[in-house]
């Protein structure tokens, strides 16, 4: 399978926001660009996190948790040597891993200032938050690097064109600020990447 038809699950839940009024074309832009970097990712992982041995992955998009906002992209990485090196990814309980990684990524076209305040919600559940913008749009951004690192939210810009990745500040994985809605983002990125690979 290519990573352009990798198929990355999106977690079906009840969403109030869907009784309102929605910018279409601007949702359907925001959730193309999620998916074009999803597909650049996920086979980029060793090169992206070139010190961590957790390559081993479930991912999904549009992961809920209550209080710290719906992330875009969440991946928990684990070290496939922990006794699940010959098990296919889609029968691994990670609820059940040792000291899994989850990197919450927040992906916006353009506002990189409301993508660096949701980002910063999900260090709740999330060993690492990533803002993720398009590549035309990061030179503003960059002039609050500091800002970036001060709150431990990575920066990241992506161009769906070329499917390059460009990797600005990448925070070192960090516990989670309230631990206890790990678990549950781990829960719900299972749900919906099992639900896919059942199917």
């Known amino acids: 399978m290519t990573s352009s038809s990798l198929k990355i699950p999106r977690l079906s839940f009840w969403n109030p926001r869907k009784n309102l009024p929605a910018k279409i074309s601007r949702k359907n832009k925001e959730r193309d660009f999620t998916l074009s970097f999803a597909r650049a990712y996920i086979p980029n992982i060793r090169s992206l996190h070139p010190k961590t041995q957790k390559t081993a992955v479930k991912y999904a998009r549009e992961i809920p948790i209550n209080g710290c906002g719906i992330a875009d992209f969440v991946a928990v990485s684990w070290n496939q040597k922990n006794g699940t090196k010959n098990s296919p990814l889609s029968d691994i309980d990670i609820t059940q891993i040792d000291s899994p990684i989850i990197r919450a990524f927040e992906l916006k076209i353009s506002d990189w200032q409301r993508a660096m305040m949701q980002a910063h919600r999900y260090r709740y559940f999330a060993n690492s938050s990533i803002v ?10 960059l002039e609050y690097i500091d800002t970036f690192k001060k709150i431990n939210v990575g920066l990241w810009a992506y161009n769906p064109i070329s499917t390059k990745i460009i990797t600005c500040y ?18 719900l990125v299972a749900k919906a990447f099992k639900s896919l690979h059942s199917s």
């Open 132 to 141: 993720v913008l398009h590549s035309d749009k990061l030179k503003n951004a």
């Open 170 to 187: 990448t925070p070192r994985p960090r516990n989670p600020l309230e631990p206890k809605y790990k678990p549950l983002a781990m829960e």
